[in-house]
């Protein structure tokens, strides 16, 4: 079960810190991956982390966002910062045990519920 939390309203130029809380499994089998989706669009793919630590980035916000993730509380965290009107979305955090395959939505068997990222200009 995947947890994400950690939206809400900033300005543009301000930062928030996205998490995404793993329970009911062995957290370091998976690859967590993040994707938002805002009204009327497709689900897109923001990063990923492996469970080895590789990292994938939209290249949209490689410059502006970073991922990691910690073993000992079982989180993923999304740092953005420099956040922008068209990075509000709906934030969903997403897991698979694969070996590849980490930037498509189908890649992902778990989902979590989202957490609304609002950015005022």
């Known amino acids: 079960q995947l947890q994400a939390s950690g939206g809400g309203l900033v300005q543009a130029g301000e930062s928030l810190r996205l998490s995404c809380t793993a329970s009911g499994g062995t957290f370091s089998y998976y690859n967590i991956g993040w994707f938002c989706q805002a009204p009327g669009k497709e689900r897109e793919f923001v990063a990923a982390i492996t469970r080895n630590y590789g990292e994938s980035w939209s290249r949209s916000v490689k410059s502006r966002f970073t991922i990691s993730r910690d073993a000992a509380t079982n989180t993923v965290y999304l740092q953005m910062n420099s956040l922008q009107p068209e990075d509000a979305a709906v934030y969903f955090c997403?897991?698979?045990?694969?070996?590849?395959?980490?930037?498509?939505?189908?890649?992902?068997?778990?989902w979590g519920q989202g957490t609304l990222v609002t950015v005022s200009s």
């Open positions: 997403a897991a698979h045990d694969r070996r590849s395959g980490f930037t498509r939505a189908r890649d992902y068997d778990y």
